[in-house]
């Protein structure tokens, strides 16, 4: 059996990683530890706040407890609001404070991406449109062509976590551009496990999306390869 822990901040689309965990259908566990959000605002200096050291190395021991080999924050606006630079160093301190591997949802997207061969990508945001620059910035350093951003004005986590199917539908297909060969949809708080396979069929192109890429980000650094047709084209057999 393979655990990764994933340290996720409050409470929002947090059953999408049971949920992923029962569509990949091995040996793999999902534990996550909830790290407290101080206050929910897709703000810059919430942000800051919410990714701090103190607040995440609280849930370590946890996953320690949980049998954890590798462990990602499992956020993407407060990994990026950092910076690269800053997201890197925010990821070693996770990987000193666990003793294990460690990675954070930002760098997953942009793994993720080289992973499937894609150069150029829309973001659709559920944020704020300053918010979402951001992440087109932490894009742009990992040498990623950004073709367009879409930000949505979604101020709080708790709402972007009342979004159902037809919501993630319409951001994805808002966020899209025609130069784009991979759309991204960067919010951990945004359910979208259970849509991959149509929203990748409504745009006929692949999908990435925030949980979805920290649990392939968690598996990479814990030695796995795991492959399901009902988690979108990352998840996919290629040849």
């Given amino acids: 059996m393979t655990a990764v822990g994933f340290l996720y901040p409050g409470h929002s689309a947090e059953d999408d990683y049971p949920r992923i965990e029962m569509l990949l259908d091995s040996d793999v566990r999902l534990p996550v530890v909830h790290t407290d959000i101080g206050e929910d605002a897709h703000r810059v200096d919430a942000l ?73 990508v829309a973001v659709a945001a559920t944020y704020p449109e300053d918010v979402a620059a951001y992440f087109t910035d932490f894009l742009k350093a990992a040498d990623i062509e950004v073709v367009a951003t879409r930000g949505s004005g979604i101020v709080t986590a708790a709402e972007v976590g009342t979004w159902g199917r037809e919501e993630v539908l319409e951001l994805a297909r808002a966020g899209d551009h025609p130069d784009a060969e991979a759309v991204l949809l960067p919010d951990t708080a945004l359910h979208t496990a259970a849509y991959l396979p149509e929203l990748e069929e409504a745009l006929g192109k692949p999908v990435l999306t925030a949980n979805q890429v920290t649990v392939w980000e968690g598996l990479r650094l814990a030695g796995r390869r795991e492959w399901s047709n009902r988690l979108g084209r990352l998840f996919a057999r290629r040849a």
Avoid: I, N, Y
């Avoid at 950092?82 to 990675?103: N, R, Y």
């Fill in 48 to 120: 800051l706040e919410m990714g701090s050291p103190a607040r995440l190395v609280a849930g370590m021991e946890e996953l320690r407890h949980a049998g954890a080999e590798a462990v990602v924050w499992a956020c993407t606006s407060g990994s990026f609001v950092f910076g690269w630079h800053g997201a890197k160093d925010q990821v070693s301190l996770l990987a000193q404070a666990a003793g294990l591997p460690a990675s954070s949802t930002s760098f997953a997207f942009a793994h993720a991406v080289r992973d499937l061969g894609v150069g150029r």
